[in-house]
C-alpha cells in the first residue's frame, strides 16, 4: 500500500483528528510508520493508553485492503493534503482536513467559489434570494458550495445546475450514506453535472450532532468567502459563518425583513461586521473575482443565447426595469436577473440603477 492510502487509513481513525496525526506523522516520519507503531512508542508520543488501546481495537476492526477495495466498488475518490489537487482553498488553514472523499471531480478553477448557507426552514423570500445569488455566481463561473440540507442549500445548489454552473455539497456523514435521503437525487445531478460531493468522514460514519461543526467549517474553507441568506437566532447557519471568519474569509450576508425570525442571522452579522450585499457584483468585486474572469473566456463557455436575444430585442427601443422584462417575456424574474449578469459582463446591457438595464449599441 502507498503512504497516501496509510494516511487515509490513520485519519479514518476519527478520534486522532487532523493535529495528532500531523504529530504522529512528525514523529514516525510517514504514515506508513505511524500506522504500524506498536502501544510502546505510541505512548511515548504522548497519546494516553486508553486512546491507545481504542487505536488498536479500531486497527483489529478494519480490513485494510478491504476499506479501498469498498471505496473503488462505490465509485468514490480520495485526495490527501499532500495531493496536488487538494483544494486549494483548504490548504494552509489551522486543522485543515488531511483526506477529503468525494463522489465527482474537483477542479482548479473552484479556487473562485463561494458558500451559500442558510435556513432549512427558509422563506420565500429567502428561497428566491438564493436562487437569484446563486444562478447569477453560477453563470459567471464561480464554483457554489454549500452542504445539500433541505432549504436554501438546496435551493443554491438546484439554481446553479439551472444555471449551467458548478457545485460541490458538503454533507456531514460518509459518502456511502448520502444525507439527507430526500435529496439523495439532487446529490446524483451535482455528479452526473461534473460537480462534487465532498465529505471528510471516512466510509460507515453516520450523521450525529458534532458532525456539523466538521462538515460547516468545511464549506467555508472549501469557498472564498460565506453568503448568509436566512438563519434564526440559534442557527448552524452561524457557526458555519463563525467558521469563515476564524479562517480570515469574508462573510457577506442578504438583509431581511425585521419582522422575520428567518433574518435575525443575517440581520446580527451585518450589525457584527458581516459585509451587507443587495447584489452578485458586490460579491464579485470585494473578492476580486472579476478580475479571475476573463470575458472571452464567457463568450467561449455562455455564448449568446435564445434568451439573451429576446431580452435585447426587448431592449431595443428603451431602458426596462427588470420587473417590466419578467412580465413582458413570461420568464421568472430570478433567470431574467441571471442573464442579465451575464449579459453585462459581456458588454451586452447595463444596469443603470435601480434595476433598468438598457442595451448597450
Known amino acids: 500500500m502507498t503512504d497516501r492510502e496509510y494516511l487515509a487509513l490513520l485519519y479514518s481513525h476519527l478520534p486522532f483528528g487532523p493535529k495528532r496525526v500531523n504529530l504522529l506523522i512528525s514523529y514516525f516520519g510517514n504514515a506508513k510508520k505511524a500506522w504500524n507503531a506498536n502501544e510502546k512508542k505510541l505512548i511515548e508520543v504522548g497519546i494516553a493508553n486508553k486512546s491507545v488501546s481504542e487505536f488498536f481495537k479500531y486497527k483489529e476492526s478494519i480490513k485494510e485492503k478491504g476499506y479501498f477495495e469498498n471505496l473503488l466498488r ?68 464561480v464554483t457554489i458550495i454549500s452542504g445539500l440540507a433541505l432549504g436554501i442549500d438546496a435551493v443554491a445548489h438546484k439554481a446553479a445546475l439551472d444555471a449551467g454552473g458548478r457545485c460541490i455539497a458538503v454533507i456531514a456523514s460518509g459518502l456511502d450514506r448520502i444525507t439527507p435521503v430526500s435529496n439523495y437525487s439532487l446529490a446524483k445531478e451535482i455528479v452526473k ?9 471516512p466510509l460507515g460514519v453516520e450523521i450525529w450532532r458534532s458532525s456539523f461543526p466538521i462538515r460547516n467549517r468545511i464549506v467555508a474553507g472549501l469557498s472564498k468567502g460565506v453568503l448568509v441568506v436566512e438563519g434564526a437566532e440559534k442557527s448552524g447557519t452561524l457557526l458555519t459563518a463563525s467558521s469563515a471568519g476564524d479562517q480570515g474569509k469574508q462573510v457577506f450576508a442578504i438583509p431581511g425583513p425585521i419582522t422575520s425570525p428567518m433574518s435575525v ?97
Open 265 to 361: 442571522a443575517p440581520n446580527y452579522l451585518i450589525k457584527n461586521g458581516a459585509k451587507m450585499v443587495t447584489g452578485t457584483n458586490e460579491i464579485l468585486e470585494e473578492l476580486d473575482l472579476l478580475l479571475r474572469v476573463d470575458s472571452e473566456e464567457i463568450e467561449k463557455v455562455l455564448p449568446t443565447n435564445k434568451k439573451e436575444a429576446e431580452l435585447l430585442v426587448l431592449l431595443e427601443n428603451e431602458p426596462l426595469h427588470l420587473d417590466e422584462l419578467a412580465r413582458i417575456s413570461g420568464l421568472e424574474v430570478s433567470r431574467i436577473s441571471a442573464s442579465l449578469t451575464v449579459m453585462e459582463l459581456k458588454g451586452m446591457v447595463k444596469n443603470i440603477g435601480n434595476g433598468i438595464y438598457k442595451k448597450i449599441s
Open 193 to 201: 453535472s461534473g460537480g462534487a460531493i465532498v465529505s471528510e468522514l
Open 74 to 141: 462505490l465509485g468514490i475518490k480520495f485526495v490527501t493534503i499532500n495531493d496536488s489537487d487538494y483544494p486549494e482553498n483548504l490548504r494552509g488553514l489551522d486543522g485543515a482536513p488531511l483526506v477529503l472523499y468525494l463522489r465527482g471531480n474537483l477542479k482548479k478553477s473552484d479556487v473562485n467559489s463561494i458558500a451559500i448557507v442558510g435556513s432549512r426552514k427558509m422563506t420565500s423570500y429567502g428561497r428566491e434570494v438564493a436562487y437569484k445569488f446563486a444562478s447569477e455566481l453560477a453563470s459567471v463561473g
